[in-house]
């Protein structure tokens, strides 16, 4: 009998090496969905939290919003939108002049005038820092953190450093803000992961901290040195300097800053001048918490 020719051994398929586990960032809700989230709750109002979520969907670049732009920044159903820009609009809290676009009205102002005003550090601050502003002829301020974002409760103006025009109440980013950082690295681990996962990375500028694991080694040596010095990470030509502001029990609960113009200071200046004048300071708002 003829021989079967022999065939060589097939391979099996290459095996695909194994991808290591990476942590997905949790989906970013809007915020319809987080007051959906919440309203399981017998205690939750609704209506209420629709109401406060169309506020904040006003800002300095929209001004004047439809009821269908309002539903599209928000995740509220147009006839949401509708209900509740009707109560505001009756309540004094908002306006319009051709009832298809809609804005906030002076009085909206009284919602954050009772929480500064409740603040012993923000009512006893603006001496102090107007002292700081005039020993460093730079801007000062104090802020707090709220979510991912620090809001300004305080103020003194010596001059204009940045393209945007910040005063009380004032938002801006936690992950690229001296005051933000500060607050960010004194938080306790889980919450510190839990924002971390949460941050949008946005590059404001080409020097902008972009990841995560960056920002987590950024605030482990503002821990340590006990200051945060952000160099023209949210706008370019930009440099300050932050520290924190505890209360009795040692825990950080605001912190205070000073920014001025990179060409004229250097960092090296912010340490040997600017660091002791802002740890006093910062001591001595410590102490109005008492």
Not at 52 to 80: C, M, N, P, Y
Not at 229 to 240: N, Y
Request: aromatic share 4%; with cysteine; proline share 7%.
């Amino acid at each position: 009998m003829p021989r079967a020719e022999s065939r060589p051994a097939t391979k099996p398929p290459a095996q695909k090496p194994a991808k290591s586990p990476t942590h997905a960032r949790p989906p970013i809700l809007t915020p319809a969905a987080q007051v959906d989230a919440l309203t399981g709750d017998p205690n939750f109002m609704t209506s209420l939290a629709r109401g406060l979520v169309v506020i904040q969907a006003f800002s300095e670049r929209d001004r004047r919003q439809t009821i269908s732009q309002l539903s599209l920044k928000t995740g509220l159903s147009r006839a949401a939108v509708r209900r509740c820009v009707y109560t505001l609009v009756k309540l004094g809290f908002a306006g319009t002049d051709d009832t298809r676009h809609f804005y906030l009205r002076p009085r909206v102002l009284t919602l954050g005038h009772a929480y500064i005003s409740s603040m012993p550090l923000a009512s006893a601050a603006q001496p102090v820092l107007e002292h700081l502003s005039h020993l460093l002829h730079e801007s000062s301020s104090i802020a707090t953190l709220d979510g991912l974002e620090i809001i300004y409760v305080a103020r003194a103006s010596a001059t204009r450093i940045m393209s945007i025009d910040l005063g009380v109440g004032s938002r801006l980013p936690a992950f690229c803000t001296s005051m933000g950082r500060v607050m960010l690295a004194n938080l306790p681990p889980e919450e510190l992961e839990s924002c971390l996962a949460r941050i949008e990375y946005t590059p404001h500028t080409d020097r902008t901290v972009s990841n995560a694991e960056k920002l987590r080694q950024v605030l482990r040596s503002v821990q340590r040195n006990g200051y945060a010095i952000v160099d023209q990470e949210l706008e370019l030509g930009l440099r300050s300097m932050a520290v924190p502001i505890r209360n009795p029990m040692g825990k950080v609960v605001a912190a205070l800053n000073v920014g001025a113009h990179a060409q004229r200071v250097s960092i090296q200046d912010m340490q040997n001048r600017f660091l002791p004048h802002l740890q006093a300071a910062a001591q001595e708002l410590s102490m109005l918490l008492r």
